[in-house]
């Protein structure tokens, strides 16, 4: 039996790339997709958006009827609509897998407890393989490092992007705190301007670079005075992101209520 696949944003560049990627997957069905009210794609046909043969989904902007064809709902939006969106999910009890970035504390925490409510969520800030690969070794590293070896985590995309740090630069750092058993929050300079004074030991630097079509480009930096180590990612397809994605539903269908990460998907934890 397949899985029915809901995907929320069909519009936007990842929506067209989890389309793309759910029609071409043998074990999963495209079920239903949505765009906000007044988008270009409403009314399209889901596989002619994403230049596949017409597959009879039209693009619509019903949730509720999402919802009701759906066993899984793949879902890369805004941090407010996903908040909603797990809320809404937790009631059915059915699977929700979150690449939204940008969320904030509370937002994660109401999505937390979605996932205690009744919804099986699987969220991550890059569903990658390489990159959840490379958060593992972040955290290996800063955890085998001392405070001699300064972590600088660099992270450039898109002239769309909207939030910065990236997720991903977000996930690194946050492997990297682990490593070192300390709070990213009280431990991370996401600014330097002006004079800023010498380098706080111990601490973990962001640097946003934006511009021209890049999908993703990562780097978590060791760096001691006598040498660097250097750990990257470079990202060249988005369908990368929607296999993960849709790897992460599988995965998910026969597992409890609750939060999940790629990390667990991949069995990294």
Same mark, same amino acid.
């Given at each position: 039996?397949?899985?029915?696949?809901?995907?929320?944003?069909?519009?936007?560049?990842?929506?067209?790339?989890?389309?793309?990627?759910?029609?071409?997957?043998?074990?999963?069905?495209?079920?239903?997709?949505?765009?906000?009210?007044?988008?270009?794609?409403?009314?399209?046909?889901?596989?002619?958006?994403?230049?596949?043969?017409?597959?009879?989904?039209?693009?619509?902007?019903?949730?509720?009827?999402?919802?009701?064809?759906?066993?899984?709902?793949?879902?890369?939006?805004?941090?407010?609509?996903?908040?909603?969106?797990?809320?809404?999910?937790?009631?059915?009890?059915?699977?929700?897998?979150?690449? =939204?970035?940008?969320? *904030?504390?509370? +937002?994660? $925490?109401?999505? %937390?407890?979605?996932?205690? &409510?009744? !919804?099986?969520?699987? /969220?991550?800030?890059?569903?990658?393989?390489?990159?959840?690969?490379?958060?593992?070794?972040?955290?290996?590293?800063?955890?085998?490092?001392?405070?001699?070896?300064?972590?600088?985590?660099?992270?450039?995309?898109?002239?769309?992007?909207?939030?910065?740090?990236?997720?991903?630069?977000?996930?690194?750092?946050?492997?990297?705190?682990?490593?070192?058993?300390?709070?990213?929050?009280?431990?991370?300079?996401?600014?330097?301007?002006?004079?800023?004074?010498?380098?706080?030991?111990?601490?973990?630097?962001?640097?946003?670079?934006?511009?021209?079509?890049?999908?993703?480009?990562?780097?978590?930096?060791?760096?001691?005075?006598?040498?660097?180590? =250097?750990?990257?990612? *470079?990202?060249? +397809?988005? $369908?990368?992101? %929607?296999?993960?994605?849709? &790897?992460? !539903?599988?995965?998910? /269908?026969?597992?409890?209520?609750?939060?999940?990460?790629?990390?667990?998907?991949?069995?990294?934890?």
């Amino acid at each position: 039996m397949t899985l029915k696949i809901g995907i929320v944003g069909a519009g936007g560049r990842m929506g067209r790339a989890n389309i793309a990627a759910v029609l071409a997957h043998p074990d999963l069905t495209l079920a239903a997709a949505i765009e906000r009210a007044g988008a270009d794609s409403l009314g399209k046909d889901a596989g002619a958006l994403v230049g596949a043969e017409p597959v009879g989904i039209t693009i619509t902007d019903d949730l509720d009827a999402l919802l009701a064809a759906s066993d899984a709902v793949i879902d890369f939006t805004t941090p407010a609509f996903t908040v909603e969106l797990a809320h809404r999910i937790a009631a059915s009890g059915k699977i929700h897998v979150i690449g =939204t970035t940008g969320c *904030s504390p509370e +937002d994660d $925490a109401a999505i %937390a407890k979605a996932g205690e &409510a009744g !919804a099986t969520i699987v /969220k991550s800030g890059n569903f990658s393989l390489g990159v959840n690969l490379l958060a593992a070794l972040v955290k290996k590293a800063a955890a085998t490092l001392d405070t001699g070896f300064d972590i600088e985590i660099v992270e450039m995309h898109h002239r769309h992007k909207v939030d910065a740090p990236s997720g991903t630069a977000l996930l690194l750092g946050e492997a990297a705190a682990e490593g070192r058993a300390i709070d990213l929050a009280d431990n991370s300079v996401r600014v330097r301007d002006g004079h800023t004074g010498p380098r706080e030991p111990g601490s973990i630097g962001f640097a946003t670079l934006r511009g021209g079509g890049i999908i993703g480009e990562h780097s978590v930096l060791f760096s001691s005075m006598a040498e660097t180590i =250097t750990l990257s990612h *470079s990202a060249r +397809d988005r $369908a990368l992101f %929607a296999d993960g994605a849709l &790897a992460a !539903a599988l995965w998910a /269908k026969d597992k409890s209520k609750g939060l999940y990460s790629m990390a667990d998907v991949l069995g990294l934890n």
